[in-house]
Every structure is written in C-alpha cells, then in structure tokens.
C-alpha cells in the first residue's frame, strides 16, 4: 500500500490558523468531513431528499436507477440539447455509470481509467492512470471496459482489469491506497463496480471464460484491508472448506476436478444492498468450463454457479440463495442487474428482488427469504421451456445437454437475452425497463477437451461457432439476430411495450418521474420514450454505439443527463462484424445534455478501406487448420469468421503479413496489447492462421465487389 502527499497538506499552517481564529470567536465549523464525495450511510438512504446527485451505481442502495427530477419532461423534451461533451483519448468500450456528488462528476473508462470533471461545465479536474499493462487484455473475454466508480467519505474507488482495488483522493485523484484482490498469477480482471455498504468496499472479479473461481471480498473503505471473501464455489474437497455454505455446495458437485479448472461463479458485476434486512446480494456467473460435463460428470446443480445468494455485509456470512440455471452449461451468468422494490402482488405488499439474467427468464423473488414467485421467458428461449411454479426450477430440454456429436443451437446464446446493461424500474408506471436480445449459438463439446494456462477453456468445440463463409448465410444470420427495448410489467410477467432496434447490442436505461426513458443504441443514437407508451419524444445522433446507461442530476437547479457513448464490449468484439456497420466505430465520449443546450458534434470521420491481400499460396487444407486454430484463439477479439467489430484490428486489411510471425509468436506488438501466442502455437500453426485471413480476405474482396462504398 502507497500513500501519497497531497498538495493540501501545504497549506496546514494556514488551515491550522484559521481554525484557531474560529475557536477563539466561538464560531466552530460544522464536523463536515471532506468536501468533495463527502458520501455516507445517510446520504445514499436519504437519497431521495437529495435528487440532484447520482451517490451510488444505480443510484440509490435499491438500484432501481429511476430519477424524481422534473425540470425535463414530455412537454420540453424537444429543447434538450449538448451542454457538454468530453472526448477521451482511448478507442474502446465504454460500459460506466457516472456518480455526480455536489456538483463533481466521478466516472471510469476503457483501461480503468478515472476522470473527475464539474459537473456542470464539463471542466476535466483530474484524472487517474492506474497503467493497467495492455497484454493483460489477454485474460478479459469482454473488451477492457470499466462500469463505474463508487464514493465514500471523500474516496472514489475503481476495480481496475488486473485486479487491483484503489482508492483515490476526490479532491485530486491522489492515490490512497491499492491492494491486488485477485491471485495475479491467474486469468482475473474486474469490469465491475465496486459499491459501498457499512464502510466496506465490495469487489468481485471475472474470468470464468478461462478457469478462475469465483469470490467477492469486502476491504475496509479507509485502510484497504480485507475484512471478508465469499467463494461462491467449492475448492477441492480434500481441504477445508472456506465457509459452511461451501459444504453444503459441494454436495451438488460430482465425480469431477472442478476445483483444477477453478469451477467459474464469478461475481462480475452485480451486487445490491437492503439496509432494511441487512442483505447483500451478489449475481453470481457461469461455470467453467461452460460444460458441466466436463466440470461435474456426476450431474449435479453445481452451487452457487448462475445464482443470485443474500449474504450479511459485515461478515459475509451465507443467508439465502436462488438458482436460475441449475447446472449450467451455457454461459448463463446471473451476475446481471438487481432491482430491489416493493411491489402488489396477489394482493400483499412483496419486498422482491428483480433480476432478467442471460438464461431469458425475468425472475421475482421473495428478498427476505430467497423464495420464487415468478418468472416468465422475455425473449425466444429453447434451453427450458419454462420455469416450474411450484419448485421455481427450470423444465430443461434434454437436448440442451449437448455432447460431441452434434450441436444444440441454443437460445440465448451466451451474449444472453440481456447481460450486464442496467435497467431501470419506474415505480409510477411499475414496469422495468431494459435491453433484450435474440441470439442463438451452437453448444457442441470439444472432443478431447485439455485445460490450458493460456487463453479460454470454455470446453466448447471453436469452429461449429464459426460463421458460415458464404455471404448470404451471414445475411441470413444477422437478420435472425434481434434487439430491442422493453417494458416489462413485473407483476403480470409480461411486455407492456417495446421498441425495436436495427442492432442486438444497446444501451443501458434510465427513467424519470417525469415519464421518461433514455436509452442509447446500437445504431448511434441516444433516444427519449414515454416510460407508459414508449413512443420515441427525442433523439441524438452521438456518431457511436452507446451501450452505458444514462444518468440524470442537477447543479445549481439545471437539470442534466449524461451518458458514455462509444462503441464496444463483449458482443462486438466477438461476432461485430454480424452487427451494422453503423456502430462499427468507437467515438469515446462522455455526453451531458441539458434544456437549451446548444453544443454540436464535429464532423464524423469515416474511413473507407479497400480489401488488398496478398495471393493465396496455401493449401486449402492449411487454410482449414488455420480457421480451426483461428477460431481457438484469435476469434474472440479480432472478431469471428476474421470480421472485426471495429475495436481491434481487422485482420483482413492487415499489412503486416511480411512480420506475421514476429507479431505472433515474439509479441512485437505486446505493447500494444497483442501477446505472443508462442505457448500454444508454433511457426506452421502461425503461418495456418495467416493463410486463412488471407483467404477470407479474399473471398470478401470477391463478396464486396459490385456493392456501392455505402453498403460496404
Ligand atoms: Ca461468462
């Protein structure tokens, strides 16, 4: 742990004087404590009583993510305009929720990067590097993207992608302290944002793709130590279990080594806290590997994998716990968003918790006691055909339990129905409303399935997810693919509305007292509906796919929202060349909008490139075991099928054929974040992957042609 000198501390003679001045007429300050983020237990309950500030991630402990400022509404909307913008310097995902605290704005972006700004001129006060090392990109399935700070008692604090917790000085960005909560040997990141509960900070982790195991840690907010960790799986039973719920898990394991592989459960993203029932809920992710063949042979529930689990926030000890996909094998996370709420159902009053996780089940559950009330599918789902009343467990279809020999083409995928967007519940109109996708996947087991040190082991055969070469076939796909913006109506467990969109991956959402939705999209846009009817009141083009969620809050009585626009994350990065083109650049910007505002983008620049490969000299036996490997370890950032979502290189218009093999096996490029694949692959594996981009290129190039600059 490091702690820095703060300039402030220059001026504790002058401070010290005044103080005595004050003493000696009698008039004492109030015991303020700091005036930046000055953000306590009080003031998050209270959130309420102080709308014009965004304290925590979803705004308030229940996350509901809903403002009760009015100054915007329907009849005014029309004069919403730029107040300001800040471009960053950094061309990747932007997934953050901002915090705005007595007029500061706290926010992270790409690389774990913090920034402070006025929140009411957009003035840059300070910003923080935590200088993640750009090959560590290695280990993160999903684009090196950030969600968002939290603040506490005058600190604002960031999980960073190598697994750093840091907490930073609000009044100039200073550092406090940094502690690694991750073992740094393996395969962690944090995307996630870390929230505040009692003076504990908790963070969790990812890196279920590659074979971690899961846990959330709580550190004490002002000295960075570790108080508790939950595991969310068990270790190898052969040694003690780290808590008793852990005996009880394992119970639900059988006849594998899991605890090799890590066994997955990671807590990457969301968490929620009652004050009320003194609860903390983390979501808890997939398995890993996915298959739970290869984790458990023996079957099994595999807990807490895909589970929502209420823990006690000063000990961390176990309550309750619900599963949404027993078993899981298909990536189905439940580390998406909780929504806690008070809502009628069969004529009482339920404290609920409200979670639409990737398996495509809306789920209300009982917050006191875990126990299920309903749930009901919220896009097209082929794994179960739906959730059994009475055990709340789900009716799975046997051929979702996929083998070797052929593939089961599951919906959702493992983008799932919905993922890590936030929504928003609105309690006026009492729908919740979020980002749906329809999406399909093959699930086909790797035949031979070896555990590696390096890069994914999801357990999953690479190539049956390749996409088709041949053109119309991808047309066809990208016209399966769907995304849209629902209202959902919790209590009758139905759409009220929805609002299509060209594009599967869009925004998080905001809601307003004042019937209003704010989503930003796929395509570009950031977008106003009425929250009862959902008609469109309002657009903007922000020239980036947005996919963070808004925020609404006020500085000296003007009222703002603002998001984080720029293009990226998991989806695009894997299969963005199936989305629009439209989307397939990254702008990285923050937005902030007001009545009356005036501000304009700069003109968009968009680059067109021409396919210019050099001949094809391979095999087309070469060219295969180029697509097979290809698919096995360069897919997941540079894009499925070798079409890049726009974030990283497109490997078909690359000009660096003639250092391809320094590029891959020696890591020419590490510092730029592209590693050397020397441990997995060797000189004629290489020079494989080279003659499959080469002949995509070519069979693009021979696609393209005769098609106007305008569709290309
Ligand atoms: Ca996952």
Redesign the pocket.
Known sequence: MTKDISPQFLFLPFITAVAALLLSTGLQAEPSGPRQANVDARRILAADDEPGNWMSHGRTYDEQRYSLLTQINEKNIDRLGLSWRYDFDTHRGLEATPIVVDGVMYVSGSWSRVYAFDAASGKLLWQYNPQVPPEWAVNL?CDVVNRGVAVWKGSVYVGTLDGRLIALAASDGSLLWSVQTTPADKPYSITGAPRVVKDKVMIGNGG??FGARGFVSAYDTSTGELIWRFYTVPGNPAEPFENPALEMAVTTWSGGEWWKRGGGGTVWDAMAYDAELDLFYIGV??GSPWSREIRSPGGGDNLFLSSIVAVRPDTGEYVWHYQTTPGDSW?Y?ATQHMILAEIEIDGSQRKVIMQAPKNGFFYVLDRETGEFISAKAFTDVNWASHIDQTTGRPVVNPEAHYGQSKPFMAMPG?AGGHTWQPMSYNPVTGLVYFPVMSTAYPYMLESGFKFQSFGWNTGNDDLVTALPEDEAQRKEIKAMLKGWLVAWDPVQQKSIWQVNHANIWNGGVLSTSTNLVFQGNGEGYFNAYSADQGQQLWSFFAQTGITAAPISYAVDGEQYIAVMAGWGGGVPLIIGGMLTDAANQNVSRLLVFKLGGEKQLPPLKVQYRELDPPPLEATPETVQQGKVLYHKYCGSCHGNSAISGGLLPDLRYTQMHAVWQQVVLEGSLRSRGMVSFDQVLNQEDARAIQSYVIARAHRDKANLEGMTKHEK
């Open positions: 399935c279920a793709e992710g997939n990536d996370t493992p």
